[in-house]
Every structure is written in structure tokens, then in C-alpha cells.
């Protein structure tokens, strides 16, 4: 039962778009299908497999990436919006020959089981440790005018979006908290 | 054992790569020329498919093709019901899934999927689980292969003679697995052979079964399955997506990514059967249970049987004389229920250590020292010694370790502020099993050991723990040690589930290592450039293991906190407590048991399928809308272990750990919640209405 209409390909007609942007560092041009996420974009046209799809609707957490340094579920995101943006995924994490203090803290922490959510927490703790050095407020920060600690509260209630079904939960609050360097 | 592995905490072998990204996962592999698969679940509940039209998906701009029963390569129909995919007509539930569209991108097979017209015969359905449905039948045997009903003494007359009664009714709601990763394979074939990238709990039974559904011999087929993201029993056994992918990459001639959506994982793969439970027990004035019963209903579909072995638990747990189980089962136009962590004991003890707390009340003693008294000799239940049985070990440290001594037994009675604050406890307890393995040990010429054993680490760091203990078998530091799981090319292993991972696939490797530092010892000069290999094969030994009751056992604490105007639950503080014999790797074994816990809030407060009678289908088939446990929801949760030493399991005295941090949990929370509040939920999970819209609540 092949395809009647013939080649498959879809480039170069009013579905697809080129469209131009900086992962880990790294500009890529590419011609998408408009209809493709910036997680597929990653993981079927970049090989970039770190962020995960774990539902592929915006309700999990495991396809967090950071987008102009902000944390964003590339799951709903379409590529095609993305001109001259800054991505950063889990593999951009890492300097050239070892792991960040971030990354360190998740492993020596065992803030992970299978690892399939790993990646997102990992961007997401990225993207709290920035948040909360710059000072942004959450929905348990008591003090609204004074310096955000990052509290376990404040460690729980920002990385409430990424699920993990291992229940990683204490492990991965742990880590967030060694790394931004408090008790 | 110089080396002295085992015991010593050490990060996750595979750390490193999961936290670069780096690991790779089933649809992962780079390949050429790849497709993409996006299955199609049937509208109907039951009935007939009369017609499909393919054309509409057909013409979609990159669409190859759709396969469904008319066009499907033949499967062998003798292998396993639920895996006859796509070669008849018939549907038997909402969300079976019956074509699937292949394509050149993931869009367009998506877009194809949404274009499949399907027409069907519909006929009358039943797909809600009742106490006094019709169709309620005695299975022959319940999972994996317990007697259905047992009976000792005379419980009726018990029962009657008893001071203190207890006669309750729980229920539980279907629970879905929810693995993060979804169940995930790339198929290809090539010169007749298979190979599959498979997200699975165990690639030898995926192996067996594809070579049977395909008529192929087995060593025409090879899974990979190096890395998985989680399963929780329902990656157990071989499922759809890996059944389709093969399928679909037959008929395309192409290599087939297919991942199932988080929706397509609310049914097809298995869930936990909802479950209707009573329990009775029937005590003298100071506890001491004379007579114990535990009828238990749950549901399978019309395809094929599941049966939980939702009251095996009460067999063993505690003792009284006058002793009955029964399991009933109905026929549903549902999907077929699986293994979810601890399918039997995990429903099974929110009932009955519900039902302990329900009878401390009654009596007016302390929980745990009704447990105490009620802690037997040997098994209640086939009269065997037990191997080793320490729950009441870590009942006595839990309450130590909880401040369990100056609480209030009156329920209600703690406020602080808004909140209404409470404590509870549950016993738990989890068979400790092996199944029979096959591994390899190798000498190299460098001084290096190679160690292979198809086992599978889903999470639970069975690659690191298996490893530790190789090391110790060989007497060698374990930086000398190299370790293979995760590839049907491996000597063949049982799967990781039934908390026997470790101890079966340990016990293997552990005979290969022994046997191949005998060898060792007798071998002169240097070794040949392809080393010395051993196998070793545990089933012999394994059937000859001498009959007793082996069981690790754990002790749940909990307090939680409710919001008395609104009925909110929060978890405050949660320890468990455990008996598992060895921890081979204390940092991977908290996590995991930690997991379990984890896993049994989540039951208790937050997961529940719920079933649109009208379309036979859970309405809340994804993360908005199932609710799981998120980092928000868990405050302080501790697990610890009682040192153990059972010689009567297996060589490492491992009693396994993926199961029993859930078992017990969502009792210790129930149990806390009736404490804090005076109300008893008996059907989970404990929602808000049903605590703020209680008379009973303060
Ligand atoms: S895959 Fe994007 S949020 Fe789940
Ligand atoms: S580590 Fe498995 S889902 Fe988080």
C-alpha cells in the first residue's frame, strides 16, 4: 500500500519553512515542515536525543529545553518560530571535557532512576538556579520585596512541572539546592 | 570477598550519560532512511470493524502506508491474545489499537492517523465493575499461578464468636503504570533477521515472543533494550508498540520508529484493575485476631484473563486461626488490566492494613502493638518457616525514628492552625523470588573481567548493583569489571519485575564468577587472546530450593496534615522502614524504595481512572487530567533498612526493592488521614470532597 502521489517529500511548498538558530552554541539551518516541534526538530533532525517526550502535550516536563536562557517545553513550541533564537538542551550543558557542578550534584545526589525525565529537570533546575539569582518571586516566596533563598519550597515549587514517575522528587531537590550552594 | 563491593554506595554506573543526554532509549538509534509509526485506537467498544478506508490517510503528503487486519503481515495466533494485533476484526475495547499509519516524518504519520475512516458494528457494552455484576466468576488461579480461594479453620463461627469486629468495604480505582518513557521500539529487518530497539522490562520474553508471532526462529531476532525509562510492571512483558513497529517494518521494508502517546498508554499496555474489597476480622478485646477474611473483586477484559492476586496478602501477613481469601473476577468490554508495582499485595494491603487500623480503634490499642501481637511463628498460610521475618523490627525502629511514642490515639485532636494534623502507620510486606538465569564471567589477557547477563535496568540500578556484586564473586576490585545487560544477544534472564531482578540475575553471575575463579586457579600460563569464559545457569539450583516463606518485610510512618477548611492532604513527613535482606547498593536502593513511596502518595491522594461508562474509556487519559505525585507533593520522605542476613534466598541474600516502598503506603496515609480527621476514606484516593463534605469532619 504505498503512497499513490509519489515522492514523500514535503520541502520547498507552502508546508515547510527554512528557518535559522543557535543550539548549544551551534547555528543550524534547516527546512522544516511547520508542523514540526522544536522537540522533534531536536531529536529527528538535529540527533540532539537528550530532551525527552514523555507525553508531547506541555503536561510532563521531560522535553524542557532553555530558550534564550528561559525554561520552555519544546513539545509545543513549532521550530519554524524560532528564527536567530539561543537554544540550549541537556547536551549543551556540560563544559567541552566535564560535567557541570549541576550535573555532578544529579549524579552524586542519584537524583534520577531511569533518567527518561533527567534532561528536562536538568534544563528546568537550570533555568531555577538563574530565576532565583535573579531574584524572581514564586507562589510560596514569602518576602516578595527581599532575596529569594532557594529554599526546598522553593526548589519544590518551581520544578512542580516536571514529573517523574521513578519519584527522583527529594534526590533532584537535594542536588538543586547543593548546587546553588546552600546548607 | 575482599573486595567488599556490596554494601558500599556508589553513583549509577550509567550517570554520566544520563545526565549529558547521551543515554539512548529505544527510538534513540541514529538510522538511515527511517519511518515513523502513529497507531490508531478503535472508537468503538465493542463490536466489528465492517470497513476501513485507508485513502484519505493514504493521500496525506508523506504518508507510506496503513496497515490494519486486511493488509497486516500474519501473525501466529497461538502466541498471546493481546499481541494478535491487527488481523481480525474484532474490537473488545475503546482505545484497542486497530491500524497504524507509517510515514516519512512523525507529522505526517500523525496527520495520517487522524485520517484513517473506520466504520464498526457496535453491539451493547459493559465495562463498569460492580460488587453484584452478573458476570462475576472464580478464576482458576490468580497471578501468576496462586490458588483463588484458600480456607482454614471455621472463619464464619470465628468471625460470630469475635469481641471486637471488623467488617469493611474498600476500593480502589483503576491506576495507569505512566511510565515516563512510553512504550517505545524501532524495528527492522534485514535479510530475514529482526532487530528491535525495544523499551522493555525484560528482551528475552520480547525475543521468544516475536520469534513465535513471526514464525522465525529465535536467533533471527535480537532486542536492545540498554537503557528504559521505567515500566513499573507494565514493560513486563512484551506489548503493542513492539508487536506494530515489527509489523509495520515488514510491510514498509523500512526500519520503523513508533513510540505509543501518553494517551495510547491509558489502556493498551496494561493498568491496575479497580478493585472492590472486604475485609473482616474478628479479634478478642485485646486484639488478638482469631479469624480473618479477605474477599476480593476485580476486573479483566473479554480477550484475555488477568487475575489480581489482590488478597494473597492477608495469606501471609498475620496470624489467626479461622482464615479465608477469595478472589472473584468479571469480564469487562475493557482493556486487559497488568502488572502494576505490586499487582496483588500492593490493593490488597491498603485494604487489610486499613482494616488493622480500623481494629486498633476498635480495641483501643496502640497500631503498632496490635501488629505485635498479631505477628506469627510460621506462614499462616502453608505453615513453612519463614527465611527470615523482621517486621516487627521495623515496626519498633520506625516508631523510634518517627516519635511515634507520645502520640494521641484520639482522632482530631492535633490542630495547628488551619491544619489538622494526624499520623499513621501500615506494615508491608512483598514476596522475595528468583527466577532461573544464564551468565557469563570472562578472564581477559589484561587483567580485565567481562561479565554478561541479559538483564534489564529500568531505573533501578541493577546495572551498578550487578556489577558490585561480580566484583566481589571475583574477588577483584570492581574498576577491573566490565558489565553487559540490556541485549537478547546476552545468556537469557528473567525479567526485572516481581522485585526478583537481582536476586535471580546475581545469583547467575555470581555462580559464573565462583566457577571461573576455579578455573583460574587451575589455569597455567597466559590466557588465550579471547580470554576464559564461563557460563553458569541457575535452574537447577533454584528448583531445588527447600520450601519456605521468604518475604521482605517494611513499616510505613506517616504524618499529613489537612487543610480543615478545604480538606486539603498534605504529606508532612514519610519513613519507611524495611527488611530486604542485602542492600547491595545503598544509594540505588533508597531511591528506589523512596520511589515506591513516592508512588504510594500518589495513589493515595492523586491517581484515580475515571471511566466514562457511556464510551467504556477513561476520560482522563493523560498528565492534566491523571494526576501523578509531582515534586510538589512530596515534603520529607525518608527510607531506611534493618540489617538483614537470610541465608536461605540466594547467594547475595539480595530479597529485592522495586515493590515493597509502595506496598502498606497508601494505608500509612489513610491511616493518618482518619487520624488527623476522625474520617475513614475507605475508597482512594482520599480527594478533598471527601474529607470537607464529611458530617464527621471537624
Ligand atoms: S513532552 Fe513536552 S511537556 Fe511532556
Ligand atoms: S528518573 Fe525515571 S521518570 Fe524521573
Known amino acids: 500500500m504505498q503512497n499513490r502521489s509519489g515522492s514523500a517529500s514535503i520541502a520547498g511548498d507552502e508546508r515547510s519553512s527554512r528557518v535559522a538558530f543557535t543550539v548549544n552554541g551551534d547555528r543550524r539551518e534547516l527546512t522544516l515542515d511547520n508542523r514540526t516541534t522544536l522537540l522533534d526538530t531536536l531529536r529527528e533532525h538535529l540527533g ?33 518560530t524560532l528564527d536567530d533564537c539561543s537554544i540550549t538542551t541537556v547536551e549543551g550543558l556540560a563544559g567541552p571535557d566535564r560535567l557541570s557542578p549541576l550535573q555532578e550534584a544529579f ?36 518576602d516578595l520585596t527581599g532575596v529569594v533563598r532557594p529554599t526546598d519550597a522553593e526548589i519544590r515549587e518551581r520544578m512542580a512541572g516536571n514529573l517523574c514517575r521513578c519519584g527522583a522528587y527529594p534526590h533532584i531537590v537535594a542536588a538543586i539546592r547543593e548546587t546553588a550552594g546552600e546548607r | ?34 519511518t515513523y509509526g502513529w497507531a490508531v485506537p478503535a472508537a468503538a467498544v465493542r463490536g466489528r470493524i465492517t470497513r476501513i478506508d485507508p485513502d484519505p490517510a493514504l493521500a496525506v503528503p508523506g504518508v507510506l502506508a496503513v496497515l490494519h487486519h486486511g493488509n497486516a503481515p500474519r501473525l501466529s495466533p497461538d502466541v498471546e491474545p493481546e499481541l494478535y494485533l491487527l488481523q481480525d476484526p474484532a474490537v473488545h475495547y475503546r482505545g484497542q489499537l486497530v491500524a ?14 487522524r485520517q484513517v475512516r473506520i466504520d464498526y458494528d457496535t453491539e451493547p457494552h459493559s465495562t463498569v465493575l460492580t460488587a453484584d455484576h452478573p458476570g462475576l466468576y472464580r478464576p482458576e488461579k490468580v497471578n501468576p499461578s496462586y490458588p483463588t480461594d484458600t480456607s482454614e479453620g471455621d472463619f464464619d463461627a470465628a468471625f460470630d464468636a469475635a469481641e471486637v469486629r471488623v467488617d469493611a468495604t474498600y476500593r480502589t480505582p483503576a491506576y495507569h503504570n505512566n511510565p515516563m518513557e512510553p512504550h517505545a521500539t524501532t524495528a527492522q529487518w534485514r535479510d530475514g533477521r529482526l532487530l528491535v530497539h525495544d523499551s522493555n522490562q525484560g528482551s528475552t520474553a520480547v525475543q521468544a515472543a516475536l520469534a513465535e508471532l513471526f514464525g522465525i526462529p529465535r536467533d533471527s531476532v535480537r532486542v536492545i533494550s540498554e537503557h528504559v525509562g521505567g515500566g513499573f510492571g507494565s514493560k513486563g ?39 472492590i474489597q472486604r475485609v473482616r476480622l474478628g479479634s478478642d478485646a485485646d486484639g488478638r485476631i482469631a479469624a480473618i477474611c479477605h474477599d476480593a473483586i476485580s476486573q479483566t477484559s473479554t480477550i484475555t484473563e488477568f487475575a489480581e492476586q489482590t488478597a494473597v496478602y492477608t495469606r501471609s501477613m498475620y496470624a489467626a486461626p479461622h482464615r479465608r481469601t477469595t478472589h472473584r473476577l468479571v469480564r469487562l468490554d475493557v482493556p486487559t488490566p497488568f502488572w502494576m508495582r505490586a499487582p496483588g499485595e500492593c490493593p490488597g494491603a491498603y485494604a487489610l492494613e486499613s482494616a488493622m487500623d480500623e481494629l486498633a480503634s476498635a480495641c483501643g490499642i496502640d497500631p503498632i502493638e496490635l501488629r505485635v501481637r498479631n505477628e506469627p511463628t510460621v506462614d499462616p498460610d502453608q505453615g513453612h518457616p519463614f527465611s527470615s521475618r523482621n517486621l516487627v523490627a521495623c515496626l519498633i525502629r520506625g516508631a523510634r525514628r518517627f516519635g511515634w511514642g507520645d502520640r494521641d490515639p484520639r482522632p482530631g485532636a492535633r490542630r495547628e492552625g488551619r491544619w489538622l494534623v494526624g499520623t499513621g502507620v501500615a506494615g508491608a510486606s512483598y514476596p522475595a523470588r528468583a527466577r532461573a538465569s544464564a ?24 546495572r551498578t548493583a550487578l556489577w558490585q556484586i561480580a566484583a566481589d564473586a571475583l574477588d577483584v576490585p570492581p574498576e577491573r569489571v566490565t558489565i553487559r545487560i540490556g541485549d537478547s544477544d546476552l545468556p537469557p534472564a528473567g525479567v526485572a519485575g516481581g522485585s526478583m531482578g537481582t536476586a535471580s540475575w546475581s545469583w547467575a553471575l555470581t555462580r559464573a564468577c565462583q566457577e571461573l575463579r576455579d578455573r583460574l586457579g587451575h589455569h597455567s600460563g597466559s590466557l588465550p587472546p579471547e580470554g576464559l569464559t564461563v557460563a553458569a545457569s541457575t535452574a537447577d539450583e533454584i528448583r531445588a530450593q527447600k520450601p519456605m516463606a521468604r518475604y521482605a518485610y517494611g513499616a510505613h510512618f506517616v504524618e499529613v496534615r489537612v487543610d480543615a477548611e478545604t480538606g486539603e492532604v498534605r504529606v508532612s513527613r514519610m519513613l519507611g522502614v524495611f527488611a530486604v535482606g542485602r542492600v547491595v547498593n545503598p544509594t540505588t536502593a533508597r531511591s528506589q524504595l523512596i520511589g515506591g513511596m513516592t508512588m504510594g502518595i500518589s495513589m493515595a491522594l492523586h491517581e484515580e481512572g475515571l471511566l466514562d461508562e457511556r464510551y467504556g474509556d477513561w476520560v482522563n487519559h ?22 538483614e542476613e537470610d541465608s536461605d534466598l540466594n547467594p547475595t541474600g539480595v530479597k529485592g526493592l522495586g515493590e515493597i516502598g509502595i506496598v502498606g503506603s497508601a494505608a500509612a496515609i489513610a491511616n493518618a488521614v482518619r487520624h488527623a480527621t476522625g474520617v475513614r476514606v475507605r475508597d482512594l484516593p482520599i480527594r478533598l470532597e471527601k474529607l470537607a463534605g464529611s458530617s464527621s469532619f471537624t
Open chain 1, 107 to 142: 549524579v552524586a545526589q542519584d537524583a534520577f532512576q531511569c533518567g527518561y525525565c533527567t534532561p528536562g529537570q536538568l534544563c528546568s533546575a537550570r533555568g531555577v538556579l538563574d530565576e532565583l539569582a535573579e531574584g524572581w518571586p514564586s507562589a510560596v516566596t514569602e
Open chain 2, 622 to 643: 493523560d498528565f492534566a487530567t491523571y494526576h501523578i505525585a509531582g515534586c510538589a507533593d512530596v515534603e520529607q520522605i525518608e527510607a531506611e533498612w534493618v540489617a
Open chain 2, 439 to 462: 551468565a557469563t564471567a570472562t578472564a581477559l589477557p589484561d587483567g580485565g573481567y567481562l561479565v554478561r547477563i541479559n538483564a534489564t535496568d529500568i531505573g533501578t540500578g541493577a
Open chain 2, 237 to 275: 512483558y512484551p506489548k503493542a508498540a513492539v508487536v506494530l513497529a515489527s509489523l509495520a517494518a515488514r510491510q514498509v521494508d523500512r526500519p520503523v520508529r513508533l513510540a505509543l502517546t501518553r494517551q495510547q498508554l491509558f489502556g493498551p499496555i496494561g493498568y491496575r484493575t479497580p478493585t
Open chain 2, 100 to 113: 497504524l499509519v507509517v510515514a516519512e516524518s512523525i507529522e505526517a504519520a500523525r496527520e495520517g492517523a
Open chain 2, 1 to 34: 570477598m575482599s573486595a567488599g563491593a556490596v554494601g558500599r554506595a556508589h553513583p549509577r554506573l550509567e550517570g554520566p550519560e544520563k545526565v549529558t543526554g547521551t543515554a539512548r532509549y529505544a527510538v534513540e538509534y541514529p538510522l538511515e532512511d527511517v
Open chain 1, 48 to 80: 540532539l536525543i537528550g530532551a525527552k517526550k514523555g507525553c508531547d502535550h506541555g503536561q510532563c516536563g521531560s522535553c524542557t529545553v532553555l530558550l534564550e536562557g528561559r525554561r520552555v517545553k519544546s513539545c509545543l513550541i513549532f521550530a519554524v
